[in-house]
């Protein structure tokens, strides 16, 4: 396969209607319900920038103008707070608006296959990651960058793959894993969209990281409907896995869930127990908590 170049461009889904967090999410962005003190996307673009990529495009929907809000500059508040002397918030806040970032609208919300094929133009003859805001990753070599460092060595398609319990598979995609190439990359024989778990290949399940060649548009313009009615990317991915070379990247970092309500009250306790700000009152009141729930039993 031809030789792309580096990878410099990341896709951000960010279209979805929330329906989990309703109604918390009737007017406001889901990706902008803050874990302690910061937007879930935040942690997202954080990674991307971290990880060398350059350019970001976000697609977004209907009540997502706040995610462009946020990552723009607020003159009159970074005024205030200079004022003030305020330079750690005025740190915080100009974080946000050095980002090379792009938007695009995702008018109707056909699936994450449909909402790639966004980035198109955007992308053009280039690899590129998506990054998915359900999953904030910890890791010492951040996750998008395990799969920029794998393309460098294969100049492949990488997925980050995760082991996750049997009873679990119906939730995902899921790799059916060939050999395994090098330590935690295995060539992939084929996909799986949320299979029942008899029928599951493997529990190595696709989480929200994706490092794509540009062959997969032409793959999602003719991907029909799948699981749900919508374009399913694991469904064109599969597809493209039979004419180059796809791998799988188990990842075994740390992965916050935050796509559902246990998963980000969880996510929101333990970077809360990192945060210089609450993490002694936080350790004290969950100790407390503890010992009353113990108490009542």
């Given at each position: 396969?031809?030789?792309?170049?580096?990878?410099?461009?990341a896709v951000i889904p960010a279209a979805g209607l929330g329906t989990r967090f309703?109604?918390?999410?009737?007017?406001?962005?889901?990706?902008?319900?803050?874990?302690?003190?910061?937007?879930?996307?935040?942690?997202?673009?954080?990674?991307?920038?971290?990880?060398?990529?350059?350019?970001?495009?976000?697609?977004?929907?209907?009540?997502?103008?706040?995610?462009?809000?946020?990552?723009?500059?607020?003159?009159?508040?970074?005024?205030?707070?200079?004022?003030?002397?305020?330079?750690?918030?005025?740190?915080?806040?100009?974080?946000?608006?050095?980002?090379?970032?792009?938007?695009?609208?995702?008018?109707?919300?056909?699936?994450?296959?449909?909402?790639?094929?966004?980035?198109?133009?955007?992308?053009?003859?280039?690899?590129?990651?998506?990054?998915?805001?359900?999953?904030?990753?910890?890791?010492?070599?951040?996750?998008?960058?395990?799969?920029?460092?794998?393309?460098?060595?294969?100049?492949?398609?990488?997925?980050?793959?995760?082991?996750?319990?049997?009873?679990?598979?119906?939730?995902?995609?899921?790799?059916?894993?060939?050999?395994?190439?090098?330590?935690?990359?295995?060539?992939?024989?084929?996909?799986?969209?949320?299979?029942?778990?008899?029928?599951?290949?493997?529990?190595?399940?696709?989480?929200?990281?994706?490092?794509?060649?540009?062959?997969i548009f032409g793959i999602l313009e003719n991907t029909q409907p799948g699981a749900g009615g919508e374009i399913?990317?694991?469904?064109?991915?599969?597809?493209?896995?039979?004419?180059?070379?796809?791998?799988?990247?188990?990842?075994?970092?740390?992965?916050?869930?935050?796509?559902?309500?246990?998963?980000?009250?969880?996510?929101?306790?333990?970077?809360?127990?990192?945060?210089?700000?609450?993490?002694?009152?936080?350790?004290?009141?969950?100790?407390?908590?503890?010992?009353?729930?113990?108490?009542?039993?």
């Amino acid at each position: 396969m031809e030789k792309l170049g580096k990878v410099r461009k990341a896709v951000i889904p960010a279209a979805g209607l929330g329906t989990r967090f309703l109604p918390a999410t009737k007017a406001m962005a889901k990706e902008m319900l803050p874990i302690v003190d910061k937007p879930t996307i935040q942690f997202i673009v954080e990674e991307a920038l971290k990880s060398g990529i350059e350019d970001i495009l976000i697609v977004t929907g209907k009540a997502k103008r706040p995610i462009e809000d946020h990552f723009d500059a607020n003159i009159e508040l970074e005024a205030n707070l200079k004022e003030k002397g305020k330079t750690e918030l005025l740190k915080l806040v100009e974080e946000t608006t050095d980002v090379n970032l792009h938007f695009i609208r995702q008018s109707h919300p056909k699936g994450l296959g449909h909402a790639v094929l966004q980035a198109k133009a955007f992308i053009g003859d280039e690899p590129f990651v998506v990054m998915l805001g359900d999953d904030i990753m910890d890791s010492k070599i951040p996750l998008t960058k395990q799969l920029m460092n794998d393309y460098e060595r294969t100049h492949a398609a990488t997925l980050a793959v995760m082991e996750v319990p049997e009873e679990d598979t119906s939730k995902y995609g899921i790799i059916n894993p060939g050999q395994e190439v090098s330590p935690g990359l295995f060539n992939v024989k084929n996909f799986v969209e949320k299979p029942k778990p008899q029928e599951a290949p493997s529990n190595l399940a696709i989480i929200g990281r994706y490092l794509l060649t540009p062959e997969i548009f032409g793959i999602l313009e003719n991907t029909q409907p799948g699981a749900g009615g919508e374009i399913q990317l694991t469904d064109a991915i599969d597809n493209l896995n039979k004419t180059q070379r796809v791998f799988a990247r188990k990842y075994t970092g740390t992965r916050y869930d935050v796509g559902d309500k246990f998963g980000f009250m969880k996510t929101s306790i333990e970077y809360g127990l990192t945060h210089p700000e609450v993490k002694d009152q936080l350790k004290e009141y969950l100790i407390d908590l503890g010992k009353k729930l113990a108490e009542k039993k």
